[in-house]
């Protein structure tokens, strides 16, 4: 099921002209000819958004693929920031690194290769935004973890929390995954809609996307 009607995201992805940069069309003709599951345009220029209007400096996310998603946190964190990005396949290493590097982009990454949920107990400190969009069995877990680390005023923004609908229960949509990351995403969503530190909702964009602000 799409979240987003196809018409009303081409129409909102017609708007996003300016963005035709080329390495980033070229990530997205890599993702569209291997069918890797990056945010997309439309979700990607929420990310930068929500993250200059917080005026992030230092972000973290699990589960970075070949950077589509970092892409759009570097330009808001800018040169100078730290941004922080997880994967567990070393050839997403490479890739995001040649694709953020001939964009100009690369200055402000550490790349973790390994699993994302350790490299953030790895790092000490906190974090301005906590990104998330690991394999979905590790959602409960990722933002256990990620809650405490995200300081008063930062955010925690998750990938595929409406996860085609299936999460309503409504819907007789056939399951492609293991159901239990069905399972996995409703428990997330569930403990950060009755965690009283944080503000959230989920964007109904895409696949959905939680984002949290942390008031206290
Ligand atoms: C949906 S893709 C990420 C796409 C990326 N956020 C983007 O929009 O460009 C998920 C990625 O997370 C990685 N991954 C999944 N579970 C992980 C984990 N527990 N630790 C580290 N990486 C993980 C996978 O290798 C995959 O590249």
Request: include cysteine; glycine fraction near 10%; proline fraction near 4%.
């Amino acid at each position: 099921m799409d979240i987003t009607a196809p018409a009303v995201e081409d129409y909102i992805r017609g708007l996003l002209w300016r963005h035709d940069e080329p390495v980033l069309l070229e990530m997205e003709a890599e993702a569209k000819e291997r069918g890797f599951p990056i945010v997309g345009r439309m979700v990607g220029v929420v990310l930068e958004l929500l993250a200059r209007s917080i005026g992030a400096r230092r972000v973290i996310e699990l589960g970075s693929g070949y950077g589509y998603s970092g892409y759009w946190f570097s330009r808001a964190v800018g040169p100078d920031g730290e941004l922080h990005l997880t994967d567990g396949d070393p050839e997403n290493e490479k890739k995001a690194r040649d694709y953020l590097t001939r964009a100009g982009l690369w200055d402000p990454v550490q790349f973790h290769v390994g699993d994302a949920v350790s490299a953030l107990h790895s790092l000490s400190g906190d974090f301005d935004i906590v990104y998330c969009d690991i394999d979905k069995y590790g959602y409960p877990e990722a933002w256990r973890a990620a809650r405490e680390r995200i300081r008063v005023g930062g955010l925690f923004i998750c990938d595929n929390t409406l996860w085609s609908g299936r999460v309503t229960g409504a819907l007789d949509v056939e399951e492609f995954r293991d159901p239990s990351w069905t399972e996995a995403i409703k428990e997330m969503n569930g403990a950060i809609a009755s965690d009283e530190r944080y503000l959230s909702t989920i964007l109904p964009i895409r696949d959905g996307d939680t984002v949290a602000l942390r008031l206290k």
